[in-house]
């Protein structure tokens, strides 16, 4: 596509209840990103894929988080029994290659909210 | 590891005017990139501005412009003629030369007051 797609916009779920949030890169890139942006805060690596590996996962917060890549494209991040404290904006971006010397491309992210 | 700091919170400038966003970065390696990166409301983090740090000419792109101080590691960014859009968060980030982790600081909110 054009951009980075991230689905859905907005998000309320329950606390406890499991969520999945997904990203559609820039076609051609390799690279994906997942940051987190907690309220008023900067941004939180969580976890890079080149491919469908994920040779970085370590700013994933827990074990309730987990992501994956399928086709070396789209990406899905998966929260199980959310809590509060995961609410935040998560954003996803792409790049080209294995260097990110460009800076990413960034999509417009999704407001999780956890009630 | 690297580390960002932008030390102002929040700015406020008049339309027309020139401000200055303050960034410093903490890393032991010598290459590495460095970017401005624009937030709106609309959530999309936008490049505005990438310098490159073994070049020591600052990098500019239209209205933006950046002072690049190596020694003291210092990356700030100067909005000339600001204008109603280019209020957002701004966010300084840092990369090293042959890795794929983007780190941020913790971003300024620019105000521009009509």
């Known amino acids: 596509g054009a951009g980075v797609s991230q689905s859905p916009s907005n998000k309320v779920t329950e606390k406890g209840k499991d969520v999945e949030l997904r990203c559609d890169p820039i076609?051609?890139?390799?690279?994906l990103y997942w940051y987190r942006q907690s309220l008023g805060q900067g941004l939180e690596f969580l976890i890079y894929?080149?491919?469908?590996?994920?040779?970085?996962k370590s700013g994933l917060p827990s074990d309730r988080f987990s992501a994956e890549r399928t086709g070396g494209s789209v990406s899905t991040l998966t929260i199980q029994r959310t809590q509060q404290e995961d609410s935040a904006v998560y954003l996803c971006?792409?790049?080209?290659?294995?260097?990110?010397?460009?800076?990413?491309?960034f999509g417009s992210g999704t407001r999780l909210t956890v009630v | 590891a690297q580390t960002v700091t932008q030390s102002q919170p929040e700015m406020s400038v008049q339309e027309a005017e020139t401000v200055t966003l303050s960034c410093t970065y903490d890393?032991?390696?010598?290459?590495?990139?460095l970017f401005w990166y624009k937030q709106p409301p609309s959530r999309q983090m936008i490049l505005v501005i990438r310098q490159e740090a073994y070049k020591q000419q600052n990098a500019t792109e239209n209205r933006f412009s950046v002072n690049f101080q190596k020694a003291a590691k210092s990356f700030s960014l100067k909005i000339s003629d600001s204008q109603l859009g280019d209020a957002a968060m701004y966010f300084c980030?840092?990369?090293?030369?042959?890795?794929?982790?983007?780190?941020f600081g913790q971003g300024t909110r620019l105000t521009i007051n009509p």
């Open positions: 980030a840092i990369i090293l030369q042959g890795a794929q982790k983007l780190v």
């Open positions: 971006a792409s790049s080209f290659g294995t260097r990110g010397n460009y800076g990413y491309t």
């Open positions: 890393t032991s390696e010598s290459d590495y990139y």
């Open positions: 076609s051609g890139h390799t690279a």
């Open positions: 894929f080149q491919g469908n590996s994920a040779p970085d």
